[in-house]
């Protein structure tokens, strides 16, 4: 049985303060409606992972995640944050290869391969953002761009390593846009993901690898994305800044 996950990534938002009253609203609004089936990722800044670790290790199925990771064990890398580090203040998940962290950090398929062989190793769980641009789409790359982010990758992972692993489907395009894939683009390309997974790995561990959509996810679309086979919840960005609409798509999963 796949999970069913609903991930806030709340980027580079919200102060101590306002993350701590969003955090309570929801946990307040989410009590005892999630299904035991359904798992809420929090991805805040660095800086807040304690205090949220404080407020959710008490509520059951909510899980915290880091935003990114540094791919060395250690070391004098300042301003940089290791996985240990992660781990020892509460993390279970960490993003790994958003588009954002491409465009603007130039982070590429060995950084990234390599970023996950470390988040595996202090049992992290990725969640793992693959998608294409808006030129690549136009241009007919899609299912080669996701086949090649696959390959250089993830697929050097062992079937042990990876059917830990999350995968997120973002394509940049819909990112922080308001334009949603529609429910059929979603699942044209998870389906293409799992076929993939399922020639790499075969049928049974495919079939058990939760994969996410992200892009424009809001209380109004949730429910239609939710219900495509291959899509088992989604990676949110800004809805996920409101306790009102981040609880409405938990609820539509
Ligand atoms: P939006 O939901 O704001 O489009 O962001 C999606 C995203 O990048 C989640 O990682």
């Known amino acids: 049985m796949r999970k069913k996950i609903v991930a806030g990534n709340w980027k580079m938002y919200l102060n101590a303060e306002e993350a701590q009253t969003l955090v309570s609203e929801l946990t307040s609004r989410c009590r005892n409606i999630i299904p035991a089936s359904v798992e809420v990722i929090l991805a805040p800044s660095f800086v807040h992972l304690c205090s949220i670790h404080q407020q959710?290790?008490?509520?059951?199925g909510f899980f915290l995640c880091a935003q990114n990771l540094h791919e060395a064990?250690?070391?004098a890398y300042t301003g940089e944050v290791s996985a240990s580090m992660l781990k020892s203040v509460g993390c279970t998940h960490v993003i790994i290869g958003h588009s954002e962290r491409r465009q603007y950090f130039g982070e590429k398929d060995a950084l990234l391969a390599n970023k996950t062989n470390q988040a595996l190793n202090h049992n992290l769980i990725p969640i793992f953002c693959i998608g294409e641009t808006l030129e690549t789409r136009e241009a007919g790359d899609t299912f080669s761009l996701i086949k090649n982010q696959l390959t250089e990758e993830l697929f050097h992972l062992s079937a042990e390593e990876i059917k830990l692993v999350i995968i997120a489907?973002?394509?940049?395009?819909?990112?922080g846009t308001g334009k949603t894939a529609s429910p059929e683009q979603a699942?044209?390309?998870?389906?293409?993901?799992?076929?993939?997974?399922?020639?790499k790995y075969g049928a049974d561990l495919s079939n058990n690898i939760s994969l996410l959509y992200g892009g424009s996810v809001n209380p109004g679309n949730a429910?239609?994305?939710?219900?495509?086979?291959?899509?088992?919840?989604?990676?949110?960005?800004?809805?996920?800044?409101?306790?009102?609409?981040?609880?409405?798509?938990?609820?539509?999963?």
């Open 187 to 199: 699942q044209e390309v998870h389906a293409f993901i799992r076929e993939l997974l399922s020639e």
């Open 223 to 253: 429910q239609a994305l939710f219900a495509c086979k291959d899509i088992d919840g989604a990676l949110v960005g800004g809805a996920s800044l409101k306790a009102t609409d981040f609880t409405e798509i938990i609820k539509a999963r």
């Open 169 to 175: 489907y973002e394509p940049v395009w819909a990112i």
């Open 73 to 75: 064990i250690q070391g």
């Open 56 to 60: 959710i290790q008490n509520e059951p």
